[in-house]
């Protein structure tokens, strides 16, 4: 099982917030390791949605924010819409695995 | 723009062996490394490890040694993930992943995905 832990699924209605947590630990965030986070759409390949914690790549509405505090990480969507319904996904180093790892992953529905 | 595209889906026999590519194009092929994430069904992902453009020397993740190959080949700017000795479990999404070390290290494109089926 993954280091980071993400809740199975979130779910809210067009134009709310939501939140998405990656709980990790001192061998990842706690050691100073930085938070990336992926979107995958049904069918199709995950794409770098937030990097470095809060930084957005081109093209990446500001509706997707990113955060980092202790050993957890977040990721906030505002004004839900429904092409955002997907699996989204955390990132990080761990330093005791000597290895990149995902979480566990959070499917977002939009009801 | 940044191209990293994949060959397609393969239907294997548990025994047999398999090599999936990862053609880039749009960007330096020495400067970024490449690496490779398993999706298995309906699960999440998995880092399986990455190879240095510049050495081809390759790093492999815990529980992918022994039956994985990654190599590239420079003239044309291809890495590929070779896989022996299949077994069905093997059956899953193949991503490669262009890998960002110039300040974050993120996984920044993404090529398509190459489902690989083991099936007798």
């Known amino acids: 099982q993954s280091v980071l832990t993400q809740p199975p699924s979130v779910s809210g209605a067009p134009g709310q917030r939501v939140t998405i947590s990656c709980t990790g630990s001192?061998?990842?965030?706690?050691?100073?390791?930085?938070v990336h986070w992926y979107q995958q759409l049904p069918g199709t390949a995950p794409k770098l949605l937030i990097y470095?914690?809060?930084n957005r790549p081109s093209g990446v509405p500001d509706r997707f924010s990113g955060s980092m505090s202790g050993t957890s990480g977040s990721l906030a969507i505002s004004g839900l819409l429904a092409e955002d319904e997907a699996t989204y996904y955390c990132?990080?180093?761990?330093?005791?695995?000597?290895?990149?790892?995902f979480g566990t992953g959070t499917k977002v529905t939009v009801l | 723009q940044v191209q990293l595209v994949q060959s397609g889906s393969e239907l294997k026999k548990p025994g047999a062996s398999v090599k999936v590519s990862c053609k880039a194009s749009?960007?330096?092929?020495?400067?970024?490394?490449i690496n490779w994430v398993r999706q298995a069904p309906g699960q999440g992902l998995e880092w399986m490890g990455w190879?240095?453009?510049?050495?081809?020397?390759?790093t492999y993740a815990q529980g992918f040694t022994g039956r994985f190959v990654f190599s590239l080949d420079t003239s044309v700017t291809t890495t590929y993930l070779q896989i022996s000795s299949l077994k069905a479990e093997d059956t899953a999404i193949y991503y490669c992943?262009?890998?960002?070390?110039?300040?974050?290290?993120?996984?920044?494109?993404w090529g398509q995905g190459t489902l690989l089926t083991v099936s007798s």
């Open positions: 990132q990080s180093y761990d330093s005791s695995l000597s290895t990149y790892v």
């Open positions: 992943a262009r890998f960002d070390s110039s300040m974050y290290y993120t996984f920044d494109y």
């Open positions: 470095g914690n809060n």
């Open positions: 001192n061998s990842n965030f706690g050691a100073g390791y930085d």
């Open positions: 749009g960007y330096t092929f020495t400067n970024y490394a």
């Open positions: 190879i240095n453009p510049t050495t081809g020397k390759p």
